[in-house]
Each structure stands twice: as C-alpha cells, then as structure tokens.
C-alpha cells in the first residue's frame, strides 16, 4: 500500500466507551498530573521531615528513576511478543498500533487507561521501599519525567524540530520506528540506550532494505 494514501488511525475496539478511552488529547498528560506533582512536593515540604535539599536530591532521583522505567517498559513490556492470536493482541494494544500507526496525533501520549494505574502502582511500590518522606518527592520527580516522556514523544512526531536536541531526539526516535526496533528505546533521554549499547544504528535500515530487494527480485 502506498504509505502517503494510508490512514493515520484505526479502530482499536468494538466497545465505544474503551474506543473513546484509547484517544487522548496531548494536553491531557499535563493538565491531570502537574497538579498531583505539585500537591505531593507541597505536602513534601508541609511536613518538614525532609530538608529542602533533601527533596532536591529526592525529585532529581526520581526524574533518573522514569528515565530507567522509560526505556525498561518501551523495550521489555511494549516490544514484548509472543505469536500466539492473544499475544500478538496484547503486543497491538500496548505498542503495536503505534508503529502501526505512528502519526496519530490522539495516540501520542499515554493515555490515562494507563498511566493511572502505573502511576498507583509506583507510588505504592515507592512508599513500601523507602518510604513516606521520599516517596513524595521521589513521585514528583518520577511523574514530571512522564511528563517529559509524553511531551517529547508528540513533539518528535508531531512539530519540526529545529534545536539541536531536538533534531537529535527526532532523529533517535525514528531510527527506531524506521530503522531498528532492537534500538532506541529512550525517547526523552538516550541514556541507557548508551548504557546497554542499545543505540539505534542506521546500518539495520540499509539490511532490511537490501532484504526486502531481495525477496522480491
């Protein structure tokens, strides 16, 4: 099929409510989850159990900690497969439909189907290892690399990037969709991609290329 006549969305659902649920504006991200990392980091500070440097250091191991989870759960949970009808089900619903369908604007960020629940386990995860007292600010950090996550995710997609960052991440991200799906797994940082020679090599696109010549020749 001629890529520049296909649909940039499909229908993931029979049931109208779950359909509706799937889509999401990008703004939505943002307006439900900065008023939560703002009430945690104030009530953080309201209860003076933790010095301001304290909750700092706190926030800015949280915002390391997403970006681990992010390449974590985009490598291992979202590029999970199996081959069985279920399965690859499963692999559509979580990741599949976006490589399917990667210029759905109402499909670019998470939507709060999922990040809901991700977020209560997190935070009940954070509480029962360290605590409280850091687990509030620990959160804050966390859910703000989300948002970064979310954020950077539609821009690439989405706008022409014209820093250097972001032609750089733009760059990253589509190696990944069009290049190398063993690769690229960061998408608001390439740091552990660096960290598990992971980074997305322009080289797999020429091999495929040349694959698929072959096959048809």
């Known amino acids: 099929m001629d890529r520049s006549k296909r649909p940039e969305t499909c ?31 104030w009530r953080s500070g309201s ?6 440097a304290g909750i700092a250091l706190t926030y800015a191991a949280g915002l390391l900690l997403w970006t681990f989870a992010e390449y974590t759960l985009h490598r291992w949970v979202f590029h999970w497969t199996n081959e069985a009808a279920w ?35 997190f935070y009940t995860l954070f509480t029962v290892v360290v605590g409280t ?4 600010p620990l959160f804050a950090g966390f859910a703000t690399g989300y948002l970064f996550y979310d ?13 250097v960052v972001g ?16 690769g690229g797994f960061g998408v608001s940082s390439p ?22 010549s072959k096959r048809a020749a």
């Open 167 to 182: 032609r750089f991440l733009k760059r990253h991200h589509m190696l990944h969709h069009h290049a190398d799906h063993d």
């Open 133 to 136: 007292r850091l687990a509030d």
């Open 191 to 212: 740091l552990w991609d660096v960290v598990f020679r992971t980074m997305p090599e322009v080289k797999k696109l020429r091999a495929t290329a040349a694959a698929a």
């Open 47 to 52: 209860r003076h159990d933790l010095a301001m």
């Open 87 to 121: 399965g690859k089900r499963i692999h559509f619903l979580l990741h599949g439909v976006h490589h399917e369908f990667p210029n759905d604007k109402d499909r670019l960020v998470m939507p709060l189907l999922t990040s809901v629940p991700l977020a209560v386990i």
């Open 11 to 41: 229908r993931m659902f029979e049931n109208e409510l779950l359909e509706r649920f799937s889509r999401i504006h990008p703004a939505t991200p943002f307006v439900v989850w900065i008023p939560v990392v703002l009430f945690v980091l």
């Open 151 to 163: 954020g950077t995710h539609y821009a690439v997609h989405h706008f022409k990037q014209t820093s």
